[in-house]
């Protein structure tokens, strides 16, 4: 088995010389368990925010494997499994040793996904597609009619948002990091409008786009663009923090700051609720079975950004922060 190591936290950027790739000779499988061999691995933002505190580490992170071998009659050989087992190419464990984020046992089977790829387990129809379904509708209770705006919204969750938005009939704007992203948004994806936040001024590009104010903002970026997003919102808007990507790099604990417009939040009586996907982990399967609907009835697209091979994983985290992926970003193991 093959595992990546954190051996030094990250400062500023993530780079190639926080990771190690390192061999592991695994026992042999006890009562109860099963060993499950990596066919993708999820590259997701988090992992840079949420590693332990002592290195070095082994690197967190959510897989879609395959039982090789097992001694547990739930999980048969062949049976296909998410699970976060962090980097690693092969994994033997028990459904009870199973956690993430502290919360109860994070593994399971995944529903038959037919024609459709095993990897959507890791995007569209798996924890960042229900980051999109129940953070946008849950906490951002869109009226058909209104107005959203999505921040980091040619990604995976954003993507995701937009489009969910437009099957709820309301008026869709996001912001992305290039102007290929932005014509992909409203050309494939059918956003009404989208603007390139790096050289377009996102002040004027709202009032233009949205001259009766924004109803919902779905925020996963934070920082000067949510500033100002805040400052066009509507009174009663409901804002979903989902996530704040422009602060994770940041090593000047002054920077990192967000510049939170209070004024507007008070002025306009805005809603404004943080969520973590984890809370809805009661319905996972639920979310997953309504984006496997929309995918199948051709509402719903997605685009896998995929690296291939165990030892681009490192690649494929450091071109996040660099915006070089459209749609979600996934290692292919072999
Ligand atoms: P993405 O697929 O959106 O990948 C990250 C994208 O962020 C990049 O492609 C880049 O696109 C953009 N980005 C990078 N740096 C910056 C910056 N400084 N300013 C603005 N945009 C930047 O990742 P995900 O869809 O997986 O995650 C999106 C957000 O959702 C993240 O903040 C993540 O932490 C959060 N999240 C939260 C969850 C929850 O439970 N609350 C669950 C899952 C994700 P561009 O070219 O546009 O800059």
Redesign the pocket.
């Known amino acids: 088995s093959r595992k990546y190591v954190v051996q030094t936290p990250f400062v500023g950027e993530p780079n190639k010389s926080n990771f190690k790739i390192v061999e592991e000779v695994l026992p042999a499988i006890a009562e109860n368990e099963f060993l499950a061999e990596a066919a993708f691995i999820s590259v ?3 992992q840079r925010m949420k590693l332990g505190a002592t290195f070095p580490c082994d690197m967190i992170g959510g897989q879609v494997a395959k039982v090789i071998e097992s001694r547990n009659s739930e999980y048969p050989v062949g049976s296909w499994v998410m699970g976060h087992f962090g980097w690693r190419t092969h994994t033997i464990t028990k459904p009870e040793n199973e956690k993430f984020c502290g919360q109860k046992p994070y593994l399971y089977k995944l529903p038959d996904f037919g024609d459709l790829p095993v990897s959507l387990a890791l995007g569209v129809c798996g ?2 597609g229900n ?1 999109a379904y129940f ?1 946008f509708k849950e906490i951002c209770q869109p009226k058909a009619g209104e107005t959203v705006v999505i ?8 993507s995701h948002v937009g489009q969910i938005a437009k099957i709820l009939g309301c008026r869709v704007i996001g ?4 102007d290929d ?1 932005c014509e992909w948004l409203v050309k494939e994806l059918g956003f009404d409008y989208a603007g390139n ?1 790096k050289t377009t001024n996102l002040a004027d590009f709202l009032k233009e786009t949205a001259p009766k104010g924004v109803d919902c903002y779905f925020d ?2 934070g ?1 000067e ?1 949510s500033s100002t997003v805040l400052s066009q919102m509507n009174n009663y808007g409901r804002v979903a923090v ?5 602060g994770y790099n940041e090593t000047d604990p002054e920077k990192r700051k967000a510049t939170m417009v209070q004024g507007y939040i008070v002025g306009k009586q805005l809603k404004i609720e943080g ?4 809370r809805f982990a009661d319905r996972t399967i639920e979310g997953i079975n309504q984006n496997l609907k929309w995918v199948r009835e051709g509402k719903l697209k997605y685009k896998e950004h995929i690296y291939e091979g165990f030892e681009s994983a490192d690649d494929a985290f450091i071109g ?6 459209i ?3 996934l290692v292919k193991v072999k």
């Open positions: 997701d933002p988090y924890r960042v980051t953070g921040s980091g919204a040619a990604g995976a969750v954003g912001f992305a990091g290039s992203k936040y996963n970026v920082g663009i989902c996530g704040a990507i422009s969520f973590q996907v984890n996040l922060f660099r915006g070089d992926n749609g979600k970003s």
